[in-house]
């Protein structure tokens, strides 16, 4: 993923921030939906609800990786409070692809909710030269992952699996609140050819790492549960130490 706009050579750094302060951020977020639109008691978090009813963005679909060139998924525009998701992601065309597009849409939403002042003065103007047609982050699919990505990624786990809420889930699915190792998880789940998932990256079939694909095996309910992908439950759990070695 990468930007439009290299903040370093504008002499803008994107500031550090904890896990804990993300984390924040995000349940800030959710007690605002909760506030306005009701209690949330389980899973999936209404994520369009939280884009357009509790903050003040609007969102939509078009051809992003034609428009702007790349493996391009998500992109935002602070000034208009508006974000596109590629076509490609569009669920109602793309059914298996609803965590993926899930995560992008929470994706920008981090970036409105913890990026936006880089780019806005209190008033909301753009506070950086560029062109207005252009949005001001691209987010695309990438090896490259600059701070302002990874903390976007971060937020959008703990908007779409908030440990609140994940935790519980994962007491009813494993009858504890102990973590897994991967010892006990080679019990669990049953046994996986690596071979048959291979992963297409840059038109080079990879075979991905067993062990990651056993712990997306496992938490494949959970991920049903909170609508979001096998690969983005692992990374949460993994996060919050649930998974270990």
């Known amino acids: 993923m990468t930007m439009v706009v290299d903040l370093l050579a504008q002499g803008i750094e994107v500031p550090p921030l904890s896990s804990r302060q993300i984390a924040a951020e995000a349940d800030a977020v959710l007690a605002e939906y909760a506030k306005r639109l009701g209690p949330i008691t389980k899973p999936p978090i209404e994520i369009e609800d939280v884009t357009t ?20 998924h998500g992109a935002i525009w602070f000034s208009r409070q508006h974000i596109l998701i590629d076509d490609a ?9 609803l965590g993926r597009y899930h995560f ?40 490259a992952r600059p701070l302002i990505e990874r903390q976007a990624d971060e937020f959008a786990g703990c908007l779409l699996m908030p440990e609140w809420l994940l935790r ?8 504890g609140d102990e973590p897994i190792c991967d010892g006990r998880l ?60």
Not at 53 to 72: A, M
Not at 168 to 175: H, K, N, V, Y
């Open 104 to 143: 992008t849409l929470a994706h920008e939403i981090a970036h409105w909710q913890l990026h936006r002042f880089l780019f806005l003065d209190e008033d909301g103007h753009a506070v950086l030269y560029g062109d207005d047609e252009m949005p001001d982050v691209i987010c695309r699919k990438d090896h």
């Open 186 to 245: 080679q019990e669990l789940v049953p046994a996986i050819e690596p071979m048959r998932f291979l992963i297409d990256t840059d038109g080079i079939e990879v075979e991905p790492d067993p062990i990651r694909l056993m712990r997306e095996v496992f938490c494949e309910s959970l991920a049903h549960q909170f609508a979001v992908s096998d690969e983005a439950m692992r990374i949460q759990l993994e996060t919050l130490g649930l998974f270990t070695v």
């Open 53 to 72: 009813s509790v903050l003040p963005l609007t969102f939509g679909f078009s051809d992003l990786q034609s428009q702007l060139g790349g493996r391009v």
């Open 89 to 97: 992601l569009n669920p109602d065309r793309f059914p298996d692809l």
């Open 168 to 175: 519980p889930a994962w007491r009813g699915l494993t009858g």
